[in-house]
């Protein structure tokens, strides 16, 4: 390594910016989860939300600030991760910025005030002065508070470079640390980012003292391209989310950046100290909690991103990977290993798969592991062609997914009586409802009629409900428990995948719901978008109606273990364009 390379600083913002993909709500537990799995991977500062919202928001910035702030696992040679939160140009943003996230042992506060000329007159309705003067006195009154403050001067990309170079200098002298250059609209090429970059560092008074970075939104495509030519020109933070998600088209994103400079050491100015084999499951664990399914030809993280059906590119790849292979599977998370799992697998082997697969350390809890090890068990008694990678990752998620919402009742856990002999029960989570049994009879001109069983661990009784459906068994399972549970349940997505091929793979469903209306109907005209909490369950299975039962069900018990104290802000409130 060059000694005149520099740090990459990986900024994080998957939790605010990449939140506000439509559609997509985190809630606490959600964003704590991968809040946690982004400091596994090494990432250096995380924008954890933008906590002036509602007091949903907060709590989730501050509870991440108290939880994961201090974590060090993974972290080797590195100081713990700094956590941000986004405040408007103005105090009481400001100061609930920074009563957020002051619990950190790291903390910063990310302060944005537009500067472009269209966004001065028709949104701010202020003279370029004036936009100077708020910055001076919002960046001044940020410092106060903070020694890292970060200053974005939205629509960067759209403003005059030489009233950006004014606006900048006075962020610089009332004490701003990072300064970030927003291609808010997604509208620069890479060589005017670059260029403007690099006006910006040469022409910018105090610009030697602070790091610039940038953010980069992907409307035409460019947002990777325009970040490699921000940090070509200089910049040494870089602002991106896990697959690109965001507003709009998306963000630059963290994988595709990173792997840019793993591959070619010699053509950026810059290091970086991510863990690329988290990669992959990282990826999966923000498509399963966000609802936002990767494409396939994803660079990086997609499913097909290294696969090969060309004949030719076959026969090369055999040959020596490095004919059509610029990066190792393996160093992104995607294993090509040849250990082999099945039913005659112990802990120990599954352990090793796991921890090649990106789930090692504390990414999964004792209970979680124990868990997936009899998940594991069971499907491998059914499958004859063994466990896959991709079944491996849908059993985790099925874990995890099934664990959110549940609490720590040892007189819950003893109701439920579903301890085995490999799994202890001792005072392990418990959610409320559990699947007991379920009976469904479907078929060609016939109606769908669906009688399920679960077992409320709150009452300790088993229950049981018919429903009958026009659409299908899915609806019919659905409307059965809807009835058990009692709620007006809306059902916002649903999808269904295989984890590998063949007719013994499993069937992966993810869901996402929120409370409705009497009939299930949207509670409100915005619940789509984010103005009603919304719950995630994910399970895997071979038999797709029981998958989909699961899933649901997962989900339903979080909505029932939600506080309504803790919701967050609707989606238009949290909408914040940098």
Request: hydrophobic fraction near 40%; proline fraction near 4%.
């Amino acid at each position: 390594m060059s000694a005149a390379k520099q740090k990459l600083i990986v900024f994080d913002t998957t939790l605010r910016d990449g939140e506000q993909s439509p559609g997509v709500t985190l809630n606490t537990d959600e964003k704590i989860e991968i809040a946690r799995q982004l400091s596994r991977l090494g990432v250096d500062v995380i924008e954890a939300g933008f906590p002036v919202a509602s007091p949903g928001d907060f709590n989730a910035v501050q509870r991440i600030a108290r939880e994961v702030g201090p974590l060090m696992e993974g972290r080797d040679g590195l100081e713990p991760m700094v956590i941000c939160g986004l405040a408007r140009s103005v105090k009481h943003d400001i100061q609930t910025a920074f009563d957020a996230v002051k619990d950190a042992p790291r903390h910063r506060i990310h302060v944005f005030l537009a500067t472009s000329d269209i966004h001065l007159e028709f949104k701010l309705k202020i003279t370029r002065e004036q936009c100077k003067q708020r910055i001076a006195e919002m960046v001044g009154f940020a410092k106060a508070l903070c020694s890292d403050i970060e200053f974005s001067p939205e629509d960067a990309g759209r403003s005059d470079p030489a009233f950006l170079c004014e606006a900048l200098a006075v962020a610089i002298e009332a004490g701003a640390t990072t300064l970030n250059i927003p291609d808010t609209v997604g509208y620069n090429t890479p060589q005017e980012y670059g260029a403007l970059m690099a006006h910006l560092r040469a022409n910018t008074r105090g610009a030697d003292g602070v790091v610039f970075s940038t953010h980069c939104h992907n409307d035409l495509g460019l947002a990777t391209a325009n970040t490699l030519a921000g940090v070509s020109s200089g910049a040494r933070q870089v602002e991106v989310t896990i697959n690109g998600i965001g507003e709009r088209a998306g963000n630059t994103a963290l994988e595709e950046v990173v792997m840019n400079v793993h591959t070619h050491p010699d053509a950026y100015p810059v290091f970086h100290t991510i863990n690329t084999r988290l990669f992959y499951s990282t990826s999966r664990m923000v498509e399963d909690l966000s609802g936002m399914a990767v494409q396939a030809n994803k660079a990086i993280v997609g499913r097909n991103a290294f696969l090969h059906e060309s004949g030719i590119h076959q026969d090369g790849v055999l040959k020596n990977k490095q004919t059509y292979e610029i990066i190792r599977p393996e160093d992104v998370g995607v294993t090509t290993g040849n250990l082999a799992l099945g039913k005659h697998s112990g802990r120990h082997a599954f352990k090793t798969k796991l921890e090649e697969l990106g789930y090692g350390g504390a990414a999964l809890a004792d209970a979680q592991f124990q868990a997936a090890f009899a998940r594991f068990k069971q499907l491998a008694d059914s499958k004859k062609t063994g466990v896959t990678d991709g079944d491996m990752h849908a059993l985790v998620a099925d874990v995890r997914s099934a664990t959110r919402g549940a609490s720590a009742d040892p007189a819950a856990a003893a109701a439920a009586g579903e301890a085995d002999d490999a799994t202890p029960a001792g005072d392990a989570p418990v959610c409320r409802y559990t699947l007991k049994h379920m009976q469904v009879f479907t078929g060609v001109g016939v109606t769908p009629t669906a009688a399920v069983t679960l077992h409320d661990a709150q009452t300790g009784a088993d229950v049981i409900d018919v429903a009958v459906a026009k659409n299908g068994p899915i609806e019919a399972t659905y409307s059965a428990i809807q009835r058990i549970v009692g709620l007006p349940i809306e059902l916002l997505s649903f999808n269904v995948s295989a984890t590998s091929t063949g007719q013994e793979t499993l069937g992966k469903v993810a869901v996402r719901i929120a409370r409705g209306g009497p009939d299930g109907a949207a509670a409100t005209p915005l619940a789509a978008s984010g103005a009603e909490p919304k719950f995630a369950g994910v399970a895997a299975d071979v038999d797709i109606i029981t998958a989909s039962a699961s899933a649901y069900l997962s989900a339903v018990n979080r909505m029932v273990a939600h506080d309504a104290a803790d919701s967050r802000a609707p989606h238009e409130q949290r909408n914040v364009e940098i």
